[in-house]
């Protein structure tokens, strides 16, 4: 059972407000920060749920890259972080409303110079792996390299096209394994390569034929708290996950723990995509009841007693 994550690692500076500000005005509020970015949460939503993960990625020389490996220590991460001299660890602003929801501003800082070399230069943590997860907010050139490490060996490639790249192409989304699009990612990937202008998301048939002439071998779509769409090449019929209904705290990090809790529970020997995916969704609903990203990443045993209520 083990978990690759190449990706981001963002320090998160989040601010709750009752009220988000109109430009030009200030508002009171609280503040906290911890680890975050979309891969590193991932790696951490892996590792909590009892699955040997390792992650790649890219630090500035600070503090902030230093907690990085702390964290990743603590969490018994085998964490493969570059120091990239001259760049800043990256930094996201996240401002959470009243009702939990959030904006973000990203600076990748030395996200952005993750490279191939990097990669290749510790590629034996993505053959040996059984699941490679992969996101969009590092280079593209280093998601790249590490598919194509991956397919030097056996490894199940997820790829969460997230956030929206422009210069994303059709070959790397036809070349995972996993597809793990929310709505408006997958909408962005129909209006660019299938030319479908508007997305009807309560309509099977028509996610199913965009999947199809996506190419895609398999995916989940992600639908908020309508829960999730899944889709597989082979299979006739798609079927839909429920989301779970909980008291949603700060949703920042959602989808990244789905995508862990995905990757974690194919690893672990998930008997098909749809049950991996009400085991992600579980992950994800308990990541939202509480404030952060990393940090909110449930428990295998928070997870299973979830799973013992919900029976």
Not at 57 to 83: H, M, P
Not at 197 to 204: A, C, E, K, L, N
Not at 252 to 269: E, H, I, M, N, V
Request: with cysteine.
């Amino acid at each position: 059972m083990s978990v690759c994550v190449v990706g981001s690692f963002v320090q998160d500076l989040s601010f709750k407000t009752s009220h988000f500000p109109s430009p030009g005005e200030t508002r009171i509020g609280s503040f906290k920060t911890g680890p975050g970015g979309k891969g590193f949460n991932q790696a951490v939503a892996s590792a909590r749920q009892a699955v040997d993960t390792s992650f790649i990625g890219a630090v500035g020389d600070d503090v902030f890259g230093a907690g990085a490996r702390a964290f990743a220590e603590k969490e018994n991460i085998d964490a493969r972080l570059d120091t990239v001299v001259g760049q800043a660890s990256g930094a996201a602003s996240i401002v959470v409303g009243p009702g939990a929801e959030n904006m973000i501003v990203v600076a990748l800082g030395a996200n952005a110079e993750l490279s191939p070399s990097y990669i290749r230069n510790n590629q034996e943590c993505i053959v040996s792996a059984d699941i490679l997860v992969c996101q969009l907010e590092c280079s593209l050139s280093a998601v790249q390299a590490a598919f194509a490490e991956a397919k030097n060996g056996e490894t199940r490639i997820i790829l969460n096209p997230a956030p929206i790249n422009e210069d994303l192409d059709r070959e790397l989304i036809s070349e995972a394994d996993i597809l793990v699009p929310n709505e408006s990612e997958l909408l962005f990937l129909a209006e660019k390569f299938v030319g479908v202008g508007g997305v009807d998301f309560s309509s099977d048939d028509q996610l199913r034929d965009i999947c199809r002439s996506l190419g895609l071998k398999s995916a989940v779509v992600t639908l908020g708290e309508a829960g999730s769409f899944v889709f597989e090449a082979e299979s006739p019929q798609a079927r839909r996950v429920s989301s779970i209904k909980v008291k949603a705290v700060d949703t920042t990090g959602a989808g990244d723990a789905f995508c862990g809790g995905l990757a974690a529970a194919l690893s672990r020997g998930a008997p098909d995509l749809y049950t991996a995916a009400v085991e992600a969704s579980v992950v994800a609903a308990l990541s939202v009841t509480k404030e952060g990203t990393a940090p909110a990443m449930p428990s295998r045993d928070e997870v299973q007693a979830a799973h013992s209520k919900l029976a």
